[in-house]
Structures are given as C-alpha cells and as structure tokens.
C-alpha cells in the first residue's frame, strides 16, 4: 500500500518536473529566437536598390520652418523628402559618437569615402545599418531591424519548435533505455 502511493507521488513529481522543464524549454528557445530572427531578416542592398523605410542615415538639416540645425538621424523617405534642406553627413574624422538614442561610427575607407555604422533605438525598435557617404550621396549596406513583430515571430516559432523539441527527446530517451536495458541483458547472458 506504501509503495502504491509512493509510486503514485513520484509519478506526479515527475510529471511537475517534466512540465516545469517544457516551460523552461519553451522560455529558451522563444529567447534564442528572438535573438536569432533579426538576423535571419536583415537585408543587404545592392547598389541604388532602395532601403527599407526604416532605414536611418545621419543627415545635417537646415529646416527654415522647425528651426532645427544639426546632425540628426532621419528615415530614409524623410531624407529623399528634404534633400534640397538637408546634406548627408560625413564627419570629419574617425571615432565613435554616443547620443542617448543614437550610436554611431565613422571609418574613412579612401579619401572622399566614408563607412558609417549606426544604431538607432527607441522604446519600440532597436535598428542597426551601415552605409556609405561619398561626396554627399549615400549608398545603404545593411539594415537590421528589431521590433516587437520580431519578438512575436520568435514567440510563435518557439510554440512550434518546443513541441517538436519535447518529442525528440522523448524518443531518443526511449531509445536510449532500450538501449540500455539491451546492453544490460547482453552482459548478463555473457557472464
């Protein structure tokens, strides 16, 4: 009787355990793949092929009607709007710039030619693109974009994957103690 429902109490435990490890599972893998999905979405451009919209290059506007003056970071749409207003911007030298949304660095790669890399976040996206100033006219690299429809992407692939992931396991387990109970049997019958 003692034995009954202690079998009945491990067997319970471990399906607690067993749950507990497929949540743990499913956090993990929602995790990487939030992590890796951006990554798998990055776009790289061509020459002269248009970047996506979100795509940010550091300009130096002189807008009369919003009196603002200085480097900034502008959409790309938003950049093609006010071209005659604004002029890409090329810095002077080498280094890194910090600004609370904004980071960026400069590299000179031959004279006249620059490579910026620049991250931009806010409290919805995180972006990150590289692109060429030469004489004032910007050629896009590389964008990549984290939002929140990244973040559901990755949740949606880790409902997927962890079911498929738990199976896995459980089969190989199988196959492992069969494997196992085998190998047992076969040293016993040597000996």
């Known amino acids: 009787m003692l034995k009954l429902s202690l079998d ?81 911007y090329r810095s002077p030298s080498e280094g890194i710039c910090a600004n609370s949304p904004l980071w960026c660095e400069a590299k000179n790669i031959e004279p006249g030619k620059q490579l910026i890399k620049l991250r931009y976040h806010q409290e919805n996206f995180f972006l990150y693109n590289k692109y060429y100033v030469a004489d004032g006219k910007i050629i896009p690299l590389y964008c990549r974009i984290t939002d929140r429809g990244h973040a559901m992407l990755g949740f949606l692939i880790s409902l997927i994957i962890t079911p498929i992931a738990i199976l896995c396991f459980r089969f190989f387990g199988k196959r492992y103690k069969y494997f196992m109970a085998k190998s047992k049997s076969a040293i016993a019958a040597d000996s």
């Open 8 to 88: 009945k109490m491990f067997k319970f435990l471990g399906c607690i355990l067993k749950l507990f490890l497929s949540l743990i599972l499913l956090f993990a893998i929602g995790v990487l793949s939030v992590f890796v999905t951006p990554y798998l979405t990055a776009e790289r451009y061509a020459d002269n092929e248009t970047p996506h919209s979100q795509f940010r290059i550091l300009v130096e506007c002189n807008d009369n009607e919003s009196s603002q003056s200085g480097v900034r970071a502008v959409r790309w749409n938003e950049y093609l709007e006010k071209i005659n207003n604004c002029v890409a």
